[in-house]
């Protein structure tokens, strides 16, 4: 290592620059070890090193996980709204979830910050904070379940998707609603669910614009999914019809993750 | 426990070939569902204390709960055609019926004091209990498991549990049950390993003229 301080300085920032990509090939080498590695481990308890046995159950476990998403989608009633709570059962304080610690939050100048629009809409034009709070707003004290397992009661509110994807000319036959974040953090959701009454561009968190750690200014809320499909921090939105994945799904979470 | 050698026997179907397979099945499609629900729990543990990493499976969450929600599909259709067939085929009749409480209490202080004779191809009333309630807590588990799996969709169901945390709870509970069956199940089994033959075979030498029990 140079001792040099700009030297020094250009490495720290270097490496800051490529942690997210670190951490996500570290989990994606995980998942590919961890999928068969326990079952390896258990069913054979000797080598773990090749790959035959393994590449058979993390073949067979994708394609159940598919078919999941399947079953789900005919399973979801678009209908069928989450159950709201009173505002007394609200959970204070409410956790901070994310795939790094909370000092690692990305950091937001509201001044510059917009939302872009692409894909399969009529009107490209990138949305400003302002822009977006004068659209008419939904409120929600709704259970919000990691996939984790625990869950805690939360109000947001905002502007409800569907209403946005109207007003952007969106082609509603479209399979996918994506989402990137500013955090590098991405998602998908499938377009009966984009369409839910109760899936919102959250502005508001308890009453409050949201804090930064949980997805100051924009984030997705959709209770009728697992935690992890509502991203935070989202800089933009794209309807498409190629399926555009998730962080975690990517390495091996379900995608529909209906719940 | 002792068993009856002496006396004329002869050699008998006890377990059909339906409930040998669907019993073999069931072991595999509960060992997964076991293993990768405790790594599930790890993740985030509602009581103080989490289970070992070799009594997990799946590797890290996303592995553990591709499992689970694999699995679940071989242990619920698995179940069905078990109780479709225990139900048409008079399997359940002929097997766990009757049952009485004073029956289960009669061969409970029997098989205390060691006097409980095991006679292979027909259970006693303590066994019937057992079995019934394994098969009742498996209900139990798939009833509790699909409330956490969509407590929106399926609200009702959850709202029978007393909603999402309690289904959770539920679902624990359950599961400590059925670990327990299991333990007994499998002491017994080394206790008389002729019965493990036979949930092979389906095969075992039986007395002409069984007795009910004996001192």
């Known amino acids: 290592m140079s001792r040099d301080p700009t030297e020094a300085k250009r490495l720290r920032d270097l490496r800051r620059e490529i942690q997210p990509e670190l951490v996500t090939l570290e989990r994606r080498l995980f998942l590919r070890s961890g999928l068969s590695l326990g079952a390896l481990s258990l069913l054979s308890g000797c080598d773990l090193s090749t790959g035959t046995n393994g590449t058979l159950i993390d073949r067979t476990l994708w394609a159940m996980s598919r078919a999941n998403d399947r079953v789900q989608a005919w399973l979801f009633d678009p209908n069928t709204l989450a159950p709201t709570y009173p505002a007394s059962m609200i959970d204070k304080p409410f956790r901070f979830n994310a795939y790094y610690p909370p000092d690692n939050v990305p950091e937001i100048d509201e001044a510059t910050w917009k939302l872009d629009v692409s894909g399969l809409v009529s009107d490209k034009t990138p949305w400003t904070l302002p822009r977006l709070r004068a659209l008419p707003q939904e409120s929600q004290i709704t259970r919000h379940i990691c996939i984790e397992g625990w869950s805690q009661i939360g109000q947001w509110s905002g502007v409800p998707l569907k209403s946005f994807l109207e007003r952007v000319g969106a082609d509603l036959t479209a399979k996918y609603v994506g989402f990137k974040c500013a955090d590098r953090y991405y998602g998908s959701l499938d377009m009966p669910s984009a369409l839910h009454p109760q899936t919102v561009l959250a502005l508001d968190f308890g009453g409050e614009a949201l804090p930064l750690e949980y997805g100051y200014p924009l984030r997705v809320r959709v209770p009728t999914k697992l935690g992890f499909k509502s991203p935070k921090h989202i800089v933009s939105v794209f309807v498409t019809n190629d399926y555009p994945g998730g962080y975690w799904e990517d390495q091996g979470y379900n995608w529909f993750s209906g719940i | ?215």
């Open chain 2, 1 to 215: 426990m002792s068993s009856s050698a002496a006396g004329p026997s002869r050699i008998t179907v006890i377990h059909p070939l339906v409930v040998r397979v669907t019993h073999w099945i069931n072991a595999v499609a509960v060992f997964c569902m076991l293993f990768s629900g405790w790594a599930i729990y790890n993740a985030s543990p509602l009581f103080p204390f989490v289970f070992p990493k070799w009594a997990t499976l799946g590797g890290w969450l996303g592995g553990a709960l591709a499992w689970h929600f694999a699995a679940m599909w071989l242990f619920a259709l698995n179940g069905l055609a078990y109780a479709l067939y225990g139900l048409f085929a008079r399997h359940f009749a002929k097997s766990f019926l009757p049952l009485s409480p004073g029956a289960v209490w009669r061969d409970a202080t029997a098989a205390l004091r060691l006097r409980l004779t095991h006679r292979i191809g027909q259970y006693n009333a303590v066994q019937r209990l057992a079995y019934l309630m394994a098969f009742l807590l498996g209900i139990l588990l798939l009833a509790s498991g699909l409330a956490l799996w969509k407590p929106v969709q399926l609200q009702g169901l959850a709202n029978l549990f007393g909603g999402y945390e309690w289904a959770r709870r539920v679902h624990f509970l359950a599961m400590s049950g059925l670990v327990g069956f299991i333990l007994l199940h499998l002491a017994l089994v080394i206790l008389v390993p002729r019965t493990f033959v036979a949930m092979i075979t389906g095969r075992a030498r039986v007395p002409v003229d069984p007795v009910e029990t004996r001192p």
